[in-house]
């Protein structure tokens, strides 16, 4: 089964900052990437950023960023110039082929940004 | 653009009732999910189906049942409700497996079920 480690139950960060989300994960399935969700405090699951696997360059999504490293297995996210609105839930999730690609999603990170 | 619709959104039920919690999506998508998510986890998966008529079991399936009669629609069954069942759950859709280029998973909104 995989198992995937955040390692950061709970972060802060002041509005305007960067901050990094931990992730990594034990797999032997390393056909297929990484994706993150953020689930605000109204519950919905939002897609943030997605990693293939084979991708050469680090995966951006506007402020997101993946520091990805696929030998080691991690996927860390970075937010950069933090909002108030960036406070919610974090969690990484790659795929499983032998559940239909079902997404197989860690414990989470709270990240509560501060002004 | 409706995307994945859940129902209902918030549901009480009494120690061994039983119910079925609906999930319809509009976009053709092949593959749907059931998950749910206890307080302060990350989602665990129930079931899932690759196709109309074609379902398996996740990683925590006890107490459930589900059917994909359609393309469109992916009902999960409670028998026999149970405290253990209390929990947010989410059905989730994508056109092909999710890590295939160009291809990431759509949640519904979440049904929020208390067993009591």
Not at chain 1, 7 to 24: I, R, S, Y
Not at chain 1, 33 to 55: A, H, N, R, T, V
Not at chain 2, 49 to 65: Q, R
Not at chain 2, 73 to 79: A, G, I, N, S, V
């Amino acid at each position: 089964a995989q198992k995937i480690t955040q390692t950061q139950p709970g972060m802060f960060v002041q509005e305007k900052e960067a901050v990094t989300l931990d992730c990594t994960y034990d797999t032997s399935d390393q056909s297929y990437g990484l994706f993150w969700y953020k689930q605000p405090s109204s519950g919905e699951m939002i897609f943030l950023i997605y990693q293939g696997s084979y991708d050469e360059q680090n995966a951006t999504e506007g402020r997101y960023s993946l520091n990805f490293q696929k030998a080691r297995k991690s996927a860390n996210l970075v937010i950069s110039a933090s909002q108030l609105g960036d406070s919610a839930m974090y969690f990484c999730a790659p795929p499983n082929s032998n559940s239909g690609y079902a997404l197989n999603f860690g414990k989470g990170t709270s990240l509560l940004v501060t002004p | 653009n409706a995307g994945v619709t859940q129902t209902p959104k918030f549901r009480i039920l009494k120690i061994g009732q039983s119910m079925t919690l609906q999930c319809a999506q509009d976009m053709n998508h092949n593959y749907m999910y059931w998950y749910r998510q206890d307080p302060g986890m990350g989602l665990k998966l129930i079931y899932y189906s690759v196709g109309a008529g074609i379902t398996d079991k996740g990683e925590v399936p006890n107490g459930y049942n589900v059917s994909r009669s359609t393309t469109e629609d992916f009902p999960l069954r409670l028998e026999l409700a149970a405290p253990s069942q209390t929990s947010v759950y989410f059905c989730a859709s994508s056109y092909r497996g999710p890590g295939l280029p160009n291809t990431e998973a759509f949640f519904g909104q979440g049904t929020r079920l208390t067993v009591v």
